[in-house]
């Protein structure tokens, strides 16, 4: 059995992870946003990079910290008691604090500001359920791919946020931590910081009822037989 990584090391990947995550939502949405003026392609640029490092990073870093780059998504192996409470506030930590060094490496390679707080209003009722909708599928997956196809988790999530980025109105953040990084960008994929609550609350919402639903759904059945009394011999 492989010796579970020292917290040190898991946080350093956590931490790691959301920064390349983050320096590649931010990142590519600053290139879309140069190459073209229409809005879909320049999306559809932010999408695919987007899935594709969650391929990745979830293959190479999960094995050390189990690849979690969001505080949601921690809370909820919290709950599950997957994860002591000090270790999950301390990978929260480590993840928001990569998330906002990654918008700071995007903004370095593009000749921006290092930090610059976004206008972009991302506000509203429907935005606000668009964050629960795509964080309840993420959490969804992962639960279910744990359970039925553990070596799947890295295509299952890259997929899941890709067709997500479409499928939501609000473009699929289902990440505080990543929320929080791109209310630190003046550009393509920024939010304004005084949306970012109504983000967070509906994102830990909707983790929080997946991992109601599919803790119900996945749950063992209990055996209904009755037992028949034996005869004695």
Do not use: C
Request: proline share 6%; aromatic share 8%; net charge neutral.
């Amino acid at each position: 059995m492989t010796a579970r990584p020292d917290l040190r090391r898991r946080l350093v990947a956590e931490a790691l992870g959301t920064a390349i995550l983050v320096a590649t939502v931010v990142g590519s949405g600053i290139m879309a946003d140069r190459l073209t003026e229409d809005v879909a392609l320049a999306l559809l640029g932010n999408t695919i990079p987007t899935g594709a490092i969650l391929v990745v990073l979830i293959t190479i870093l999960g094995p050390i910290s189990g690849a979690h780059f969001n505080p949601a998504v921690t809370a909820v192996f919290v709950a599950r008691r997957d994860l002591a409470a000090a270790e999950g506030l301390a990978y929260a930590a480590a993840q928001v604090a990569g998330g906002i060094a990654g918008t700071v490496v995007a903004h370095v390679m593009f000749e921006h500001a290092v930090l610059a707080v976004s206008p972009t209003v991302r506000t509203g009722a429907a935005q606000w359920f668009a964050e629960v909708v795509a964080t309840f599928t993420l959490v969804t997956v992962i639960l279910a791919g744990l359970r039925f196809r553990p070596d799947a988790i890295p295509v299952l999530v890259g997929l899941t946020i890709t067709a997500a980025y479409w499928f939501t109105a609000s473009t699929s953040f289902a990440n505080p931590a990543v929320a929080i990084a791109r209310s630190l960008t003046d550009t393509f994929s920024g939010i304004r910081p005084a949306d970012l609550p109504g983000f967070v609350l509906a994102e830990f919402a909707g983790a929080f009822l997946a991992a109601g639903l599919i803790g119900w759904l996945l749950a063992t059945p209990k055996s209904t037989t009755i037992p028949v009394a034996t005869p004695a011999e």
